[in-house]
């Protein structure tokens, strides 16, 4: 199992443009989120899925839009990146069997730059 | 709304010194912690978690912390760090809908 997948690694934008990052993993994973990590905050979540066709918002986010069309892929899209927007994006996944935590698996990264 | 604080944003440490790290939280319902570690350049590994029960948990690679409910605390601690710990550290808390709430993390710099 590749596990979970993320391209870009690096990625520099300027203000206004967009973009998608890209999120896949191979575990069958009802459960998908996108994390942002900045200096200090940690990790915060942006929008999460529990499964194909369902998403929702989390802590922050304004700015970016999701889909989830299949069990495999989360895509994150910037319509109009901002320099504030400057941050490493995490991608994570687990299962949804149960009642209690699943522990969540991440991606390793992509760190975007918006001059 | 919960909340997660980790105090120490910063710590420099020598090998073969005692760590720990400081982790204190805030909710209202059935609390479940984790220590997260993200190496150098790769992505985030679970180091240890809490559940339920015994309020020492024991984790990956001599990491160890301890739940204390009446300090809403969950600090991590090694005996003995080495360099390979050099690491950046995240406490978490879960609440509903497989949701976890980070603290800001705490970079660790061990010298040898």
């Known amino acids: 199992n590749a596990g979970v997948t993320q391209t870009p690694k690096f990625q520099v934008l300027k203000t206004g443009q967009s973009m998608t990052l890209q999120c896949a993993q191979d575990m069958n994973h009802e459960y998908m989120s996108w994390y942002r990590q900045d200096p200090g905050m940690g990790l915060r979540l942006i929008h999460y899925s529990v499964g194909a066709g369902i998403t929702d918002q989390g802590e922050v986010p304004n700015g970016y839009n999701v889909s989830r069309s299949t069990t495999e892929d989360f895509p994150l899209r910037l319509l109009s990146a901002a320099p504030s927007q400057t941050s490493v994006y995490f991608c994570a996944s687990s299962s949804l069997a149960g009642r209690s935590y699943n522990e969540q698996f991440f991606g390793p990264g992509t760190r975007l730059t918006v001059l | 709304a919960q909340s997660v604080s980790q105090h120490n944003h910063h710590v420099i440490l020598s090998e073969a010194a005692s760590l720990e790290l400081g982790c204190n939280y805030s909710y209202g319902g059935t609390v479940n912690l984790f220590w997260y570690v993200q190496y150098p350049g790769q992505h985030l590994q679970l180091l240890l978690k809490y559940f339920s029960g015994d309020p020492l948990v024991k984790g990956i690679k001599g990491f160890e912390a301890e739940f204390i409910k009446s300090k809403f605390s969950f600090n991590l601690r090694k005996p003995s760090v080495q360099w390979s710990d050099t690491a950046e550290y995240f406490c978490?808390?879960?609440?509903?809908?497989?949701?976890?709430?980070f603290g800001g993390g705490t970079r660790l710099m061990v010298k040898p």
């Open positions: 978490a808390l879960y609440s509903a809908g497989n949701m976890l709430t």
